[in-house]
């Protein structure tokens, strides 16, 4: 039987084929997951709906989580199709574009910095506790995307970088918050892979060359292989680990240094 058979989970942060969150929707389903999504607006909600068709999924919801007012609806309208939620995948992050080009000090502005922290980090633990009455009694799962720059300064990452810090702490304080309900919360930190996010990012190309020359597998990482560590974190497979960052980037995490040419 596949490991994820019976269970409900709602997948928040497609935006195209591309996208890691599109490879966590295509292990999920594989494994038997009934799937849900959302969309932030009519123009990324067409290239959702094809993805969740693809996945046998009719749910789609409009969510954009800068409001309280839409986050408490999606529950509501998912609630009508749903009696319980197993899982919640968030793989949704956002700065502004001038924010991750160029000097983190000169760059970094208030608004820039509360809009990263917002979107990024504090959306998790408010839909998180959106969801709780329906993850009430179900074991489920909580499951976030970070990035190494939340634990080391990398070029143009900039306060992406300590929005993923602020989400990973955030990981942990709801691991301890919810631990005591059976809902576990983790958060995978995958390699950099070429979305429509990362693109965002000044020289993300170059930084891509360099880490597929320097991470130990010599490649990078696919969303597919992404897709498969968070269906295993958010089956029953992995119903003893919580508040854990789970590394999916080839390795690339343990090196100070890559071998010298000879």
Not at 106 to 122: M, W
């Amino acid at each position: 039987m596949a490991f994820l058979e019976g269970k409900r989970i709602l997948i928040l942060g497609v935006a195209s084929k591309l996208s890691i969150a599109t490879g966590i929707a295509r292990a999920m389903h594989r494994e038997g997951a009934e799937l849900a999504f959302t969309y932030q607006n009519e123009r990324l909600g067409e290239r959702v709906r094809q993805i969740a068709e693809s996945t046998g999924s009719n749910l789609l919801f409009p969510c954009d989580v800068t409001s309280d007012t839409e986050i408490a609806r999606l529950f509501t309208d998912l609630a009508q199709s749903w009696d319980g939620l197993d899982g919640l995948v968030h793989c949704l992050a956002f700065a502004p574009a001038g924010e991750l080009d160029g000097d983190f000090v000169d760059v970094t502005t208030r608004e820039g910095f509360l809009t990263a922290h917002e979107i990024s980090s504090y959306s998790f633990v408010a839909l998180g506790r959106a969801a709780r009455s329906l993850m009430e009694g179900r074991n489920g799962s909580l499951l976030t995307l970070s990035y190494l720059g939340a634990m080391r300064s990398l070029p143009n990452y900039n306060v992406m970088g300590l929005a993923k810090a602020s989400l990973e702490a955030n990981m942990r304080y709801m691991t301890a918050s919810l631990g005591p309900e059976g809902t576990r919360v983790n958060a995978i930190s995958a390699g950099p892979v070429r979305t429509l996010a990362a693109s965002g990012v000044k020289s993300f190309r170059k930084m891509l060359d360099y880490n597929a020359r320097n991470t130990p597998l010599r490649r990078n990482v696919t969303i597919d292989e992404i897709g498969n560590a968070a269906a295993f974190l958010c089956s029953d497979l992995a119903s003893g680990i919580s508040g854990e960052v789970l590394y999916v980037d080839g390795g690339f995490n343990t090196t100070a240094m890559s071998a010298l040419p000879d």
